[in-house]
């Protein structure tokens, strides 16, 4: 189930991963039904907010080239 919810978000923009976690995080907030659909949630949310974290540290990395290559 997890590496099916990671699969699932690898072609979300940052936004829409945004967005979705912020929803799931609402879900959850509100109490899920069963034991069962707040895992699956978690997952989700968890696998979220990788995709968040790595379009951020992608960014970061372009800064970072633009940032080295002015400075030369």
């Not at 907030?29 to 995709?51: I, V, Y």
């Amino acid at each position: 189930m997890a590496s099916q919810a990671k699969n699932n978000v690898t072609a979300l923009s940052y936004e829409e991963a945004r967005d979705e976690l912020i929803r799931v995080v609402a879900e959850l907030e509100q109490g899920a039904s069963t034991l069962e659909d707040s895992l699956a949630l978690w997952e989700r949310g968890e696998a979220l907010a990788s995709r968040c974290e790595e379009w951020l540290i992608g960014a970061k990395a372009r800064l970072d080239a633009v940032r080295s290559t002015i400075a030369e």
